[in-house]
């Protein structure tokens, strides 16, 4: 069964610094993989996705996340945190039907 | 253009009660799906249609919760004979074909409280 790991469910940083979110899928058929971005009280909304072309995705806000398919991850990264990027992220997976799993979240924190 | 909408945003019942909501997709999308996100979790896959057509509704719980999106457009999830365990946040999300690869787009959501 597929599903999907996001390793921290609070993750707090000082603005400037690495984001680093972790997320690591089950499954030995590389799934195509999300990232999404919940701000309170909105919808989710998409950062990124990988969907077999590059392993290096880069998305809004100046996100980026690398499919690695010999770790089973799919990790977040941003190289200066700003206080904007306060937000809860959630990782998912999707294969070839539309039975989407997410992760239960990683709340991120910006320190001024 | 407008987004997902979803209405109404917030929903509080009484246990017992039947409730109705609903999701107004972005327009000419073709799938649709519904999500149930409880607190500090991340959604989770109820059902969702392409078109008119519900293609997989494994992920509702039981039977007191069924969807319907008649004529292609607007859906409505609804729960009938509410139980406190059902409060949760009610997520809708449509994307522009049914391709696994296309982005789903995501409504605000209703949070549901059965009292």
């Known amino acids: 069964a597929q599903s999907v790991t996001q390793l921290g469910s609070h993750v707090s940083v000082s603005e400037g610094a690495l984001v680093l979110l972790r997320c690591n899928y089950s499954?030995?058929?590389?799934?195509?993989l999300f990232w999404y971005v919940q701000y309170p009280n909105q919808g989710l909304q998409l950062l990124l996705k990988?969907?077999?072309?590059?392993?290096l995705v880069k998305g809004i806000n100046g996100f980026e996340a690398e499919f690695k398919k010999s770790e089973t991850s799919f990790h977040l990264t941003k190289p200066s945190a700003h206080m904007s990027d306060a937000a809860e992220y959630f990782c998912?997976?999707?294969?070839?039907?539309?039975?989407?799993?997410f992760g239960a979240g990683t709340r991120l924190t910006v320190k001024p | 253009g407008a987004g997902v909408s979803q209405s109404p945003r917030y929903k509080v019942t009484k246990r017992g009660q039947d409730v109705a909501l609903r999701c107004d997709p972005i327009?000419?999308?073709?799938?649709l799906y519904w999500y149930r996100q409880a607190l500090g979790q991340g959604p989770e896959f109820l059902t969702y249609?392409?078109?008119?057509?519900?293609?997989?509704k494994s992920g509702l719980p039981n039977d007191r919760f069924s969807a319907e999106r008649p004529e292609g457009s607007i859906s409505t999830l609804t729960i009938q004979r509410t139980e406190q365990r059902d409060s949760a946040m009610y997520r809708c999300?449509?994307?522009?074909?049914?391709?696994?690869?296309?982005?789903?787009?995501f409504g605000p959501g209703t949070r549901l409280t059965v009292l």
């Open positions: 999300a449509s994307s522009p074909t049914s391709v696994s690869t296309d982005t789903q787009y």
């Open positions: 499954s030995s058929v590389p799934p195509y």
């Open positions: 990988y969907t077999s072309a590059a392993t």
């Open positions: 998912a997976v999707r294969y070839n039907n539309n039975d989407m799993r």
């Open positions: 327009s000419g999308h073709v799938s």
């Open positions: 249609f392409n078109y008119e057509a519900q293609q997989d």
